[in-house]
T-cell receptor, first 117, second 113 residues
Framework: GAGVSQTPSNKVTEKGKYVELRCDPI?????LYWYRQSLGQGPEFLIY????????DSGLPNDRFFAVRPEGSVSTLKIQRTERGDSAVYLC???????????????FGAGSRLTVL | GENVEQHPSTLSVQEGDSAVIKCTYS??????FPWYKQELGKGPQLIID?????GEKKDQRIAVTLNKTAKHFSLHITETQPEDSAVYFC????????????FGSGTKLNVKP
């Protein structure tokens, strides 16, 4: 696609529910990243995929958070037993290859705003 | 990990004036510093970056300076225009993991016509 597409753009859920956020990266980009942006803060790294595998998931806050990228393209961020503190904008980004392979530009999507009531 | 601090949190300037946003970082080994612009309802977009082997980089009305000794880098926007109004983020790349970036808390720039 022309850019990084994220759905839904807005998600309101109740505490304790399960949510899935989807990211469709730029076609051909092998590297995919998830960041979380809380209100008034900068993006915070969650996880990085190279192809189908999670190369670095050190930013996931706890085991309620999980992400997959089964075919090396679309990725889904999954949050179980949501808490009010999970409320944030979840940003996805992609790059042609990983930053360790020479890429230096992250192309971000518009984000999915999650509100946990 | 890296700690990036950004100031000011808000900045209001008159159209045509210059704007300066400053960031500091904690890991002296950091070597790559991008700046992102985020408009309302959109994701951050890279506008300029600098590597630690240079002290300054310029692209039309925007420039970035880096002081490695002080662990300090700044974004300079000259001849500001209303369309420059946005939130700007500085970032530093992790020294050991090039795929991880640490972002500042952002500066909301308002350019008044």
């Amino acid at each position: 696609g022309a850019g990084v597409s994220q759905t839904p753009s807005n998600k309101v859920t109740e505490k304790g529910k399960y949510v899935e956020l989807r990211c469709d990266p730029i076609s051909g980009h092998t590297a995919l990243y998830w960041y979380r942006q809380s209100l008034g803060q900068g993006p915070e790294f969650l996880i990085y995929f190279q192809g189908t595998g999670a190369a670095d998931d050190s930013g996931l806050p706890n085991d309620r958070f999980f992400a997959v990228r089964p075919e090396g393209s679309v990725s889904t961020l999954k949050i179980q037993r949501t808490e009010r503190g999970d409320s944030a904008v979840y940003l996805c980004a992609s790059s042609p290859v990983g930053m360790d392979a020479g890429a230096n530009v992250l192309t971000f999507g518009a984000g999915s705003r999650l509100t946990v009531l | 990990g890296e700690n990036v601090e950004q100031h000011p949190s808000t900045l209001s300037v008159q159209e045509g004036d210059s704007a300066v946003i400053k960031c500091t970082y904690s890991d002296s080994a950091s070597n790559y510093f991008p700046w992102y612009k985020q408009e309302l309802g959109k994701g951050p977009q890279l506008i300029i970056d600098i590597r630690s082997n240079v002290g300054e980089k310029k692209d039309q009305r925007i420039a970035v300076t880096l002081n490695k000794t002080a662990k300090h880098f700044s974004l300079h926007i000259t001849e500001t225009q209303p369309e420059d109004s946005a939130v700007y983020f500085c970032a530093a790349r992790d020294v050991y993991n090039f795929n991880k970036f640490y972002f500042g808390s952002g500066t909301k720039l308002n350019v008044k016509p």
